[in-house]
């Protein structure tokens, strides 16, 4: 029986890890997207198309699966569990990807994109702290070296930039609370994924993350909608590649990968944002984004060799969950939250 969760949990994983790629791909292009939308609408604006547009979509793709299942044969289909505990993680997963997105957002209007994304993603730290602390998750050494690794790899690509943005510390203090957030968002999403499908913890984070930014961008921005076809296309897009596609496939892979590798796999999205800034607007590559890449995949190699060689001994079993124990019902890994 043992031998068959090990080959389930290997196939799991398998697939996870093309998803996870994806989801990089697409989330590095929030700042490219920012930046068309830069003179059309504000950032808070920008924000909240990102969200409101994936939860009506998401909605209307629940009805349809809703009105599917009141036709179909078969009507054994597992509800949701809706427990005091599974709404406390969603809120404070909804919330803090709502704050997240602000303050990304309005770090990337205030100071250099290169600043803004290293510091935006240094989750990682974050991830192992409150993960200890509060989830009671445990990491072993070689998993942490690969985090320190892929940091001082993700750290390289901004040393230029560095120089010239002293002066922001109030922006660069900001991202950095952003990373925070962005770690009280994974970390409960890991969890919920074990009660729960993708498309449903998705659908609850844009909406509440809709009805906790719109306040902020009408109170804030002056222009709330693009006043260009060009300008709702990129919203569109913004919408469907970045939140659909990027969020989505995270949320997807937080079942089968933990939140603290995906926090390390996510120090990618600096050195993505890099390449495509040289595709579309010819910026140069320097020695250190080349540097950064192979830090950060050696970074990555080093924690995912650290998950698969499971040198941390799981806690024991609970009963049931709590709120500050992760799911035990996922694949053996090197956190307590499998």
Known sequence: MKIIKEQV?????????????????????IPIFFRFLEGEIGPFATAFHRVWLAAILLGLWNGLQYVKHQFSPDQSVKQHPYTRLILLQLLVAGISFAGNQLLLAWCLSQTSVANT??????TPIWTVILGRLIWGQKFNKIFLIGIGVAIVGASAIGIEDWQVATGSLKADGLAILASVLNSTY???????????SSTTILSWICII?????????LMIETQLFPHSWSGWLFVMLLGLICQLLGVG????????????LMAVSKLLIPIMNAFLAWALFSEVLSFWNYVAFALVILGI???????GKEILTPPAKKTSPLPIKSPQNHSPRYTSST
Do not use: D
């Not at 994974?186 to 729960?196: D, G, K, N, V």
């Not at 009805?211 to 902020?216: M, R, T, V, Y």
């Not at 997807?252 to 933990?258: A, D, E, G, V």
């Not at 190699?301 to 998950?307: E, L, P």
């Open 9 to 29: 949990s290997g196939i799991s994983n398998l697939r996870a890890i093309p998803s996870l790629g994806l989801a990089i791909f697409s989330l590095s292009w």
């Open 117 to 122: 994304t290293v510091l935006t993603n240094m």
């Open 186 to 196: 994974l970390l409960p999403i890991e969890y919920l994924r074990s009660q729960m």
């Open 209 to 217: 993350s809709t009805l906790f930014i719109l306040p902020i961008a």
């Open 249 to 260: 496939l995270v949320t997807y892979c937080l079942k089968s990968l933990s939140s603290g």
């Open 301 to 307: 190699y080093i924690a995912k060799h650290a998950q």
